[in-house]
């Protein structure tokens, strides 16, 4: 009950001729953002989020400087495809901004338009060769490394299994 007065209250504020502009520019925005986490793989979308665009270059903020440099990576295909959907972007701003994300992507999670990315299990054939990999390296960091990921995936399936 309480969000539909808050939905009521919004929609009448937005028809208001000093907020017209300000709510427009909104619903723009999270249209565009919408758009923008179809055209990337799902992998970065979780980790960034639209800025805004301004003499034809787009800002992307993401959340680390990995994602960024991902982002790079594909921002000449990525412009083309947003050029073909009639946007006016000649170039792309990628800024990092930590902790940005984890505060700004919930609602768009809880609406399903992102996912939570789930835990991938090691299967028993992945242990297994892992284990074998550690019995013929020589004494290393990998070595030790490689041991101690498999002791933790031991532990954590003695722990799930009692």
Not at 101 to 130: E, F, M, W
Request: hydrophobic residues 35%.
């Amino acid at each position: 009950m309480t969000s539909y007065k808050v939905n009521s209250y919004l929609n009448l504020l937005g028809k208001t001729p000093e907020y017209e502009n300000l709510f427009s520019l909104a619903h723009e925005i999270y249209e565009n953002q919408l758009t923008f986490f179809k055209l990337i793989p799902l992998q970065l979308a979780q980790h960034c989020n639209l800025g805004r665009i301004s003499n034809g270059r787009l800002t992307i903020l993401t959340e680390n400087s990995a994602i960024a440099s991902k982002l790079k990576q594909i921002s000449p295909s990525l412009i083309l495809k947003l050029q073909e959907l009639g946007w006016e972007v000649t170039s792309i701003q990628i800024l990092v901004q930590a902790h940005y994300n984890a505060k700004n992507t919930k609602p768009l999670v809880d609406k399903g338009y992102i996912k939570h990315t789930r835990k991938i299990k090691l299967s028993q054939t992945g242990k297994d060769c892992l284990s074998q990999l550690a019995t013929v390296l020589p004494d290393s960091e990998l070595k030790d490394t490689i041991q101690l990921f498999l002791e933790k995936h031991q532990t954590i399936k003695q722990l799930t299994d009692t």
